[in-house]
C-alpha cells in the first residue's frame, strides 16, 4: 500500500466544488510541506497547491487561485483541497505528494512520496 492515499474526486459539473484528502499511513507528514499536482491527458503533470509543514504558508498556480484552498490536519495526518466553482480545464488525475523539506517547491522531482492519484472530471 502505498504511505499516501487520495480520495474525493468524481464527476461535477461546471461550478461545481470537491473535496479532496490525502491522508497518509504509517508516514508521519507533520514535519512535511505536501504538494497538490494534476495531470490531464495528453498533458505533463502540474503543480496545483502546496502547503507548508505547519500550514503557515501556500502556494497556488494562478489557474486555481481563488477558486482552491490547501489546508492540512496534522493531528489527522491529512492534507485537504477544497475545490470549488471548478472549470472543465480542472479536469485531471489528481496526485498529492511529500516533500522531505517544510517547504514547498513547485518542482515535481522535489517530491519524494507520492499517492496514486484520484480522478476529478468537470463535465456538464
Known amino acids: 500500500q502505498l504511505p499516501l492515499v487520495e480520495s474525493g474526486g468524481g464527476l461535477v459539473q461546471p461550478g461545481g466544488s470537491l473535496r479532496l484528502s490525502c491522508a497518509a499511513s504509517?508516514?508521519?507528514?507533520?514535519?512535511?510541506?505536501i504538494g497538490w499536482f494534476r495531470q490531464a491527458p495528453g498533458k505533463e503533470r502540474e503543480g496545483v497547491s502546496c502547503i507548508s509543514s505547519a500550514g503557515g504558508s501556500t502556494h497556488y498556480t494562478d489557474s486555481v487561485k481563488g477558486r482552491f484552498i490547501i489546508s492540512r490536519d496534522n493531528a489527522k495526518n491529512t492534507v485537504y483541497l477544497q475545490m470549488n466553482s471548478l472549470k472543465p480545464e480542472d479536469t485531471g488525475v489528481y496526485y498529492c505528494a511529500r516533500r522531505r523539506l517544510n517547504y514547498c517547491s513547485d518542482i515535481y522531482e522535489d517530491y519524494d512520496y507520492w499517492g496514486q492519484g484520484t480522478q476529478v472530471t468537470v463535465s456538464s
Open positions: 504509517g508516514l508521519p507528514l507533520r514535519f512535511s510541506a
